[in-house]
């Protein structure tokens, strides 16, 4: 089948919507309730690659909106600087956007307007007025952008609450959780307990090869790994003390990815200190899930939420 006969079933399959189909190469993408969902195929060596993006819709409207205010014929283009930001890639090859697609983007940057006008300056941190987290604090910031993109939510979904992950839910753990405690030693304890129940030699080379590489950058050495010594307080403490110089925001990517995606401790550190990117941190997560099933969708669209989190990300927090 040549990219054309895949269209109806990229369609049906993942529920998108085609933006340009050509020859070698076909963008698809369908606005969900928490992200912008892109499907891009193209052919090489007669060879058809699929390829998923999940991008938080604040950060599309953001995007649009610091480039291109309303200008709707713009919005692809300001949509591919984003895809290029993240992957290093010209997405979209500046098509038009159906208009649906752009009466959504429209609809998300309106409503980043008004969440923009429900946030306040209050003693040197941005407040987003009239929100408290679950424990009854108030939501403060030393980044605007991340009031903005809770505001923004409150806004399309007309509340928030934070038994819906998002932005908010994010914000509630790192407030409630993580900020001015960061992780205990137990809670190192059992993620390095957990990963010393798997042996090396039991799981796919690629991701041995991935966690062999991570240590190096992240603990300074390697822990678990073929032929490795196994030295458990030594990897505590190195784990402990990595995960404790991580800022705030970093350790709440940590224990929301480690928590919810239930993949223990390589992975998210990876993600967390930005030494994954989203892309391959996405592939061995949804490794074993079909491409367009709900749990790996869910995946997706939760990794993307985690990941927006470190463009909120102040070092002195």
Same mark, same amino acid.
């Given at each position: ?19 340009? $189909? ?9 606005? +969900? ?10 052919? #090489?060596?007669?060879? $058809? &690659?699929?390829?998923q993006f999940h991008? /938080?819709?604040?950060?599309?409207? +953001? ?6 205010g309303t200008s ?6 300001? $949509? ?19 208009? !649906? ?12 307007? %008004?969440?923009? +006008? ?13 929100? +408290? ?26 509340s928030l609450d ?9 914000? /509630? ?10 992780? =205990? ?9 957990? !990963? ?11 991701? %041995? ?8 950058? /992240? ?20 784990? #402990? ?7 705030? $925001?970093?350790? &709440?990517?940590?224990?929301? =990815? ?18 994954? &990117? ?16 709900? !749990? ?22």
């Open positions: 089948m040549n990219i054309e006969e895949w269209a109806p079933l990229i369609v049906q399959d993942f529920a998108v919507l085609p933006i340009a $189909i050509k020859e070698n190469n076909a963008v698809y993408a369908r606005r +969900r309730e928490r992200v912008w969902h892109f499907v891009r195929q193209f052919k #090489h060596d007669s060879r $058809i &690659t699929l390829e991008f /938080c819709r604040y950060e599309v409207a +953001r995007q649009v909106k610091s480039e291109v709707t014929d713009a919005y692809a283009e300001a $949509i591919n600087d984003l895809f290029y930001e993240r992957t290093g890639m010209n997405f979209l090859n500046r098509p038009e956007l159906p208009a !649906q697609l752009a009466q959504q983007i429209a609809e998300d940057v309106r409503a980043l307007d %008004v969440a923009q +006008r429900k946030v306040e300056d209050v003693a040197g941190e941005y407040q987003a007025s009239g929100v +408290r987290t679950q424990a009854g604090h108030a939501v403060t910031h030393k980044s605007r952008e991340f009031m903005d993109a809770i505001q923004f939510e409150n806004v399309i979904h007309g934070a038994r819906r992950f998002g932005i908010y839910s994010a914000y /509630c753990t790192y407030r409630s959780f993580i900020l001015g405690k960061g992780i =205990s030693i137990e809670m190192a304890r059992g993620l390095v307990d957990g !990963q010393l129940a798997y042996a090396p030699e039991n799981i796919s080379g690629d991701y %041995v090869d991935l966690v062999l590489q991570m240590q190096k950058e /992240c603990l300074g050495e390697v822990y678990w790994g073929p032929d490795v010594k196994v030295r458990r307080d030594r990897f505590v403490q190195a784990v #402990h003390d990595t995960l404790n110089r991580l800022t705030a $925001i970093q350790q &709440t990517q940590f224990v929301l =990815s480690s928590g919810m995606q239930n993949d223990g401790l390589f992975l998210p550190l990876g993600l967390a200190a930005a030494v994954l &990117t989203n892309e391959t941190y996405n592939y061995f997560q949804t490794a074993n899930y079909q491409a367009d099933s709900m !749990q790996e969708q869910q995946v997706r669209t939760d990794a993307a939420i985690i990941w927006a989190l470190a463009s909120f990300d102040d070092e002195d927090d």
